[in-house]
């Protein structure tokens, strides 16, 4: 379980995900203010810049099942597992543009270093730092399957038809499964950049040992040809 549900009062309630995103549902602006500094003061390097995301959500007790719309949710009662999955959705759409907007800026970054590779032939990238890269991309990818769970079923679907339909309608709406596809597609590409790149470095490394054991060989040859001579 990568979330954990707080109950505020009455139809109102919190979700903090192990991810990053903190989901508020029914809770006034002071109350999100004061929760949020709390979380913070216990974080060792909180993220300076945030990123949020609004969706109303309507009860209607009338209603015999959710309804899901472009700009709400209308439910027949508000309960914890509704509170659930609407926050996980819009918490996990939330995370995942962050990780897009990353991830858009690497791909700008190599677009720079492929530029200075037509038209100087030279590689301008420290191999550490395209080490690093290859890090960060997997990182983000085992972070959008495991703690995301972006590829994973909540158990509160199991036993709930009402809540699994829910839970399909919200991700269609916000294009989780689309949107994870072209993450994906985003990573493999830069993946394979950085295999090229570390493919160039390795090639320029061996011309350098090459290039070194010929000068060792040469050395030797001169130091045998002297002590011939002498």
């Known amino acids: 379980r990568n979330s954990t549900v707080y109950r505020l009062g009455e139809k109102q309630y919190v979700v903090i995900f192990s991810f990053g995103v903190v989901a508020f549902l029914g809770a006034t602006a002071a109350e999100e203010k004061l929760i949020l500094r709390l979380i913070r ?13 609004t969706y109303l959500v309507d009860v ?6 959710a309804v899901v719309e472009f700009e709400r949710v209308r439910i027949p009662d ?13 918490a996990q759409s939330v995370a ?19 530029e200075g590779l037509r038209t100087s032939g030279r590689l301008r990238m420290r191999p550490r730092d395209i080490l690093r890269m290859i890090g960060e991309n997997h990182t983000i990818l085992r972070v959008v399957i495991a703690d995301l769970s972006i590829l994973n079923v909540p158990q509160v679907t ?4 009402q809540l699994e339909q829910l839970w399909l309608d919200l991700r269609e709406l916000f294009d989780l499964t689309e949107r994870f596809e072209r993450l994906e597609f985003k990573v493999g590409y830069l993946r394979e950049t950085t295999d090229q790149l570390l ?15 010929v000068i060792f060989f040469v050395i030797d040859l001169i ?6 001579l002498q």
């Open 41 to 53: 003061s216990a974080l060792v390097d909180p993220e300076e810049k945030g990123w949020s995301d």
């Open 223 to 228: 130091i045998l040809a002297l002590e011939l």
């Open 60 to 65: 209607d007790p009338a209603l015999n099942e």
């Open 96 to 114: 995942m543009s962050q990780f897009d907007i990353g991830i858009d800026e690497k791909v700008q970054q190599f677009q720079s270093i492929h």
């Open 78 to 90: 508000l309960t914890m597992d509704h509170a659930d999955l609407i926050c996980r959705v819009l």
């Open 158 to 161: 199991w036993q709930s038809p």
């Open 199 to 213: 493919s160039i470095v390795q090639a320029r490394r061996m011309e350098i040992m090459e290039f070194a054991i």
